[in-house]
């Protein structure tokens, strides 16, 4: 079977000329979970934000079988659901309902059928409670598992989460945790959290200056990089 997601040589350079991506080579498997580690400034972030086309660089990207381009742009963004490290970023609408419900209607489904689906992913990630909240009064624990929501309601085949524990206490980190492991899809995390990266992939990528310069075993590259920030 074809990876989800095979990168070749993927390079990429801010406006200003500063190297983000210097020839990176990745793949995901079906159901597989890798854990994207580094420093910071090492072109983590800037590496995910071209899985779904939000920037695109030099190389090749291939998504679920579908190079990324121009025209292939609304079908690889239904492909791969991206929950961005500060929730708020995603949460715009008057109520956590409509907000889940956005994505549906804006592909065309009917607003019994959108709201229909938005109250079940709600209620996946247990927030159905708050869904005629205002996303502003909710804490960032909640925003988080509701920008989640709002990810699953598309049906994605990819996850992708940068720093999805960031501002969690520790009930939150373990509730978010436990429903991710029970997701079905593909996910790639981007993570400083060693303990987060064990606990949910089964193998992890390192990032230093624009480049993978490791991958394997998690626990190998923590040890190998002592990479124990953020516990």
Same mark, same amino acid.
Request: a negative charge.
């Given at each position: 079977?074809?990876?989800?997601?095979?990168?070749?040589?993927?390079?990429?350079?801010?406006?200003?000329?500063?190297?983000?991506?210097?020839?990176?080579?990745?793949?995901?498997?079906?159901?597989?979970?890798?854990?994207?580690?580094?420093?910071?400034?090492s072109g983590k972030t800037t590496f995910v934000l071209h899985l779904n086309g939000l920037?695109?660089?030099?190389?090749?990207?291939?998504?679920?079988?579908?190079?990324?381009?121009?025209?292939?742009?609304?079908?690889?963004?239904?492909?791969?659901?991206?929950?961005?490290?500060?929730?708020?970023?995603?949460?715009?609408?008057?109520?956590?309902?409509?907000?889940?419900?956005?994505?549906?209607?804006?592909?065309?489904?009917?607003?019994?059928?959108?709201?229909?689906?938005?109250?079940?992913?709600?209620?996946?990630?247990?927030?159905?409670?708050?869904?005629?909240? !205002?996303?502003?009064?909710?804490?960032?624990?909640?925003?988080?598992?509701?920008?989640?929501?709002?990810?699953?309601?598309?049906?994605?085949?990819?996850?992708?989460?940068?720093?999805?524990?960031?501002?969690?206490?520790?009930?939150?980190?373990r509730e978010l945790v436990g429903l991710l492991r029970r997701l079905p899809q593909a996910?790639?995390?981007?993570?400083?959290?060693?303990?987060?990266?064990?606990?949910? !992939?089964?193998?992890?990528?390192?990032?230093?200056?624009?480049?993978?310069?490791?991958?394997?075993?998690?626990?190998?590259?923590?040890?190998?990089?002592?990479?124990?920030?953020?516990?």
């Open positions: 079977m074809p990876p989800l997601i095979d990168i070749k040589n993927l390079r990429y350079a801010y406006p200003d000329g500063a190297v983000a991506l210097d020839g990176v080579d990745f793949t995901l498997a079906a159901g597989e979970t890798v854990a994207v580690l580094g420093p910071n400034g920037l695109m660089g030099e190389g090749e990207v291939v998504i679920c079988g579908l190079p990324v381009g121009k025209n292939t742009l609304p079908e690889i963004r239904r492909k791969v659901g991206v929950v961005f490290q500060d929730p708020s970023e995603q949460l715009f609408m008057p109520t956590v309902l409509e907000d889940v419900a956005f994505g549906p209607l804006n592909l065309g489904k009917k607003p019994a059928e959108a709201m229909q689906a938005a109250e079940h992913y709600l209620d996946l990630v247990g927030m159905k409670g708050v869904m005629h909240k !205002a996303p502003y009064h909710l804490s960032e624990g909640e925003k988080r598992r509701v920008s989640l929501a709002g990810v699953l309601v598309m049906d994605p085949e990819i996850l992708v989460l940068d720093e999805p524990t960031t501002f969690l206490d520790p009930p939150g980190h996910k790639v995390i981007v993570t400083h959290q060693s303990s987060l990266a064990a606990s949910l !992939a089964g193998r992890a990528v390192f990032f230093q200056k624009g480049r993978i310069v490791d991958q394997g075993p998690v626990p190998t590259l923590i040890a190998r990089h002592n990479w124990s920030l953020a516990d």
